[in-house]
Each structure stands twice: as structure tokens, then as C-alpha cells.
């Protein structure tokens, strides 16, 4: 076995930490038949993940995640990738790991920032694709950032149920599974404009599903009570339901190149109810600069 | 549509040219839905299919080859690469294009040499897959060399049909794909222990063959006569029959690095008579070291 030690945060997600990676499997003569374990958070899982997927055009891996927002999403789906500087994500592949492996207890260590910002994945799946999920979560949100096991596993495996059911029947993202970016439009735009590592990305995808919610509610989809229900469950979690102090016009352009802007048109995931989502590609723009202006620091 | 020119030669399929190639399409806003044209030789089809592989986690895009290498060989397969200093095509994915479009016109212009280092891979298809090709090839050597269209565009064709067959059957080269890499492994290693460039590819794999011949002779699979054969059409076809003056014991090294090199144990594709091939996995390094030395510059 040979271990390879990255970096710690976002930031390793890059170029060069990926071609350190490969040297190093190459000075271990590593071969086709190598298996890569991605043993930590989310970063080390996409960048583990991409360099499996295009070291000798494809090796297989194991996702071992130990944190919580890795556990409820990152390792589920298949999605590896590095950062750019105009982008987070931008360059990767849909490589599925061999398997899944989730041990609660390494949770235990887990600074309470980013307990929360797992917890913004596990509130994503309750709110886009399952009511009840969404109430059991209202009801035990106490229980997690406790971190009681009981709690911690239901909600670690309802969250794979549910994400898995998506990615199976859409694994590249051609149309269903773009429900999983729910908040995420807005919240990769405040992760790049606020810079790699200041936000963690469930910290963004928190205000950023606060963001979509009142999008939502703007466009007549959802109830200003459901919104409040929204941003309470979100606040209680834990998370910022307010973007950094970064001009709105700022941040849309970085919404601009996000990849989900297929063909210059930016598509979003509205709530149309508690547990229910919708893909939209009309949303103007001058609502997306007002919803930016209305959930920010600097509009306060 | 956005025009992006890479530098000429192998040495730009490296990662400083994939960034600038990732930069222009980001810097172009091209979202999940651009078609990347590879219109170019086999570094071309390389790096845009590697690219297209990996923006956004893959992009579609269109093989338009210009030299015999890349419309006999390179954009069949869905082989995309970039190389690394330790070795050729070590970072890459499988990738199919929406199509490969060859116009045999564009061969007028190529450098002779070029059109050699074609033809070793049009040999190649011959001597691994058809007996009867491979004769059409020893009858037709010189109308290919005298560029005509008829011959050209038949070569061509067959050997994209041979080479198709092999891929449909297997695409990840899990097994008789590697039939494929014929005179490659000691190809490969001759090109990297030269440095990228000095050889062309075709040039280093016109070599390998004829020492993959040796070693298929010498494992008792071929005669003494079909080797001639083999040695014969290379050197028609303008390609060396010799390795450069490198010492035995280094190009072995690079042949091990290789990738083909699977669990430590290399494995070769050897003639069993012309248009029939094997691969085995149970060559003595010995063995290698002897045909390298009987086919290589220094021992002149």
C-alpha cells in the first residue's frame, strides 16, 4: 500500500495536487489494476476519484468518507473533479467508485462548522424529494448536531437512499438528477466570488438554498410560509441564510460560467412545495439580482 | 465558434497545453453543450478528445483527422490521452467522438516521413488482423507511397474497419483490444527513451514491430521467413527497422513503466503468422534484452 497525503481544503483540489497525485502512483509503478481509496472529506473524494478516473484512462476506487457532508453526498454518484480558477468543478468525470464505505463514528472528531454544512445536503434531499424526510429533520435537527448515532445513521443513510435514487435513473446529469443542485447554483457563485476556502461549500449551498426558496416564492411556487420554513430549518442547522458582502452583479457573473449555464441560459432548481422540485430556464435576471440583494450581507 | 491552436509536435499533449485549452473554452463561456473539433494529426485528436473528456465532466466532440497516423489509427477508438514526463498517454479516458470525418485530400501536403509513420500503423492492422490485407499491402506499398487516391483511401478505409471490429468487441481494452498495441510497447519505450519528438510515433512503432517479430520468432511462433516478411514491408514503407543507440537496459526500464504493463508483469503482443496475434504475458526479460540488442542502432 502506498499512502498519498494531499493538502487539507478546497484549495488542493487543483492542478497541481492532481499531478502530484499522479507522480506519485507512477514512482510506485502503479498499474491498471491499482485500486485507489479516497479516505476523507469531499475534496479528497472528487480529487481521488477524477485522478482514478483518468490515471491510465481509468482505475477503480473505493470512497471511504469521513466527514458528514462527504457521507450524504460528495461520495454518492459518481461526480469527481478538480477546481479552476474561473470555476469550481469544471474539469472531471463520472467515475462510481466500487463501493460506498461510511463509518459514523469518524464523525465524532467532526468541527461543529462542518457538521453543519453536511447537514445542508442532508436538508437538500428533505426539501427537493421528500416531505416526510423534511419533518423527521425539523423534528430531530437537536438530535444530529448532537450527533447522536441513532439519528446520524438514519439520516446519513435516508440522504444516500435518496440521492442514489436520482443518480440512478440519470447518472449524467441529462435531466432529473440537476434537482440535486437545489441551492447550488447560487452556492458554487458564493463559493467562487467569496474564494475557495473562505465559505465551506455547505455553508454556501445553506444561504444558497435560502436564495432558491425565495426565488421560488417570487415565482409563485412556493408560500411565504414554506419559505420561513425553509430559512428556519436552514438557520437551526447551523448555516448562514445570508450570501458574503459580494455586489450582486459580481455574483451573477460567476453564476454566468457555472456549468449548469448550458447554452447561456442559467437553469434553476425551484421548490414547488416542501419535498418537491422543479428545473426552470426562464428565471429573469433582474430576480435573481433582487433575490441576491434581499438574502445578502450587504443588503442588511 | 471559437478557434483554439495548439503548438505542433507530441510534446504539446502535456498538461500546460490542456490548461490553455481549458482557459480559451472558459474564457469563451462554452457551456455542457459545445462540440469540440479535433482538426488536426494525432496530438490534435488526442488532447481536444481528452479535453472534451473531462470539461464539465465531458463534452461532445468530432474527430477531423489530417494525417494518415490519426484517419488509420488514432481517431478510431476513443482512446484520448495526454503524456506525462514518466510516460506516454498516462493520463487520458475513453472518450468516443460523435464521428470521424477523413478526407483523404489533406494527405497531399503531408511530409513524407509522416506518411511512413502512417503506414506502420495501416501495417500493423494488416499483420495482426488480415493475412490478406497484408498482401493487398506488399502489392500496393508503392502506390501508397505515390499518394494515390484509390490505394490511399482503400488502406485508409480497411484499417479503420479492422480497427473498429477490434474496439466494438472491447472497448476499455480489457482483453483482445490489446492485440492492437503490436510493436507499441517496445514503440513506446522507444519514443520516450529518445525523447518525445525526436521519433515519430509511427517510426518508433515500425521499429517495435520488427522487434516484436524477433521476439515472436525467437518464442517460436514465427518463422524465420514470415520475419522477413514483416522486416521487408517495414522497411518499404520508408519506416526504420532499427532502435536508436539507446543501452538495452534503459529502454527496458521505460518498457516497464509502460502501461501495458499490468500488475508488474509485461505483456506482449506476438505474431503467430501473418494476420494472426497473440498476447502473452510469460516473455523473459532475457529475452527482451536480446532482441533489443539484435535490433537496435548500437549493435550495428
Known amino acids: 500500500m502506498t499512502p498519498i497525503v494531499i493538502e487539507d481544503g478546497e484549495r488542493a483540489k487543483d492542478w497541481r495536487t492532481l499531478e502530484s497525485v499522479f507522480d506519485q502512483l507512477l514512482a510506485a509503478h502503479c498499474g491498471r489494476d491499482t485500486v485507489l481509496v479516497a479516505l476523507g472529506g469531499g475534496v479528497v473524494g472528487d480529487l481521488a476519484g477524477f485522478a482514478a478516473a483518468v490515471y491510465q484512462r481509468g482505475i477503480s476506487f473505493l470512497q471511504v468518507p469521513t466527514t458528514l457532508l462527504a457521507q450524504v453526498d460528495s461520495s454518492v454518484g459518481g461526480k469527481t473533479a478538480i477546481n479552476h480558477p474561473r470555476g469550481k468543478n469544471m474539469i472531471g468525470a463520472f467515475h462510481q467508485p466500487l463501493a460506498v ?10 468541527p461543529e462548522r462542518e457538521l453543519a454544512a453536511g447537514l445542508a445536503e442532508v436538508i437538500k434531499h428533505g426539501l427537493t424529494l421528500d416531505a416526510s424526510f423534511t419533518e423527521w429533520l425539523e423534528q430531530n435537527l437537536g438530535a444530529l448536531r448532537r450527533r447522536e448515532p441513532d439519528a446520524l445513521a438514519f439520516a446519513v443513510h435516508r440522504s444516500c ?21 437545489f441551492g447550488h447554483t447560487f452556492g458554487h457563485a458564493i463559493e467562487a466570488g467569496a474564494g475557495y476556502g473562505e465559505w465551506l461549500h455547505g455553508e454556501a449551498v445553506g444561504a444558497g438554498m435560502v436564495m432558491a426558496s425565495e426565488l421560488s416564492m417570487r415565482a409563485g411556487l412556493l408560500s411565504a410560509r414554506e419559505a420561513a420554513r425553509v430559512r428556519e430549518l436552514i438557520q437551526r442547522a447551523g448555516l448562514p441564510v445570508r450570501g458574503p458582502a459580494i455586489p450582486p452583479e459580481q455574483l451573477l457573473q460567476w453564476m454566468r460560467v457555472d456549468k449548469k449555464a448550458g447554452g447561456g ?26 433575490v441576491i440583494r434581499a438574502c445578502s450581507a450587504q443588503s442588511q
Do not use: H, P, Y
Not at 435518496?162 to 434537482?179: C, F, N, P, Y
Not at 412545495?273 to 426552470?280: D, L, N, P, V
Open 161 to 181: 437512499e435518496l440521492k442514489a435514487q436520482v443518480v440512478a435513473s440519470d447518472e449524467r446529469e441529462s435531466g432529473v438528477r440537476a434537482i440535486l443542485n
Open 265 to 290: 441560459r442559467m437553469r434553476f432548481v425551484l421548490l414547488s412545495g416542501i419535498g418537491a422540485a422543479q428545473i426552470r430556464a426562464d428565471v429573469e435576471e433582474r430576480a435573481i439580482l433582487e
Open 101 to 110: 464505505v461510511s463509518d459514523i463514528a469518524t464523525l465524532d472528531s467532526l
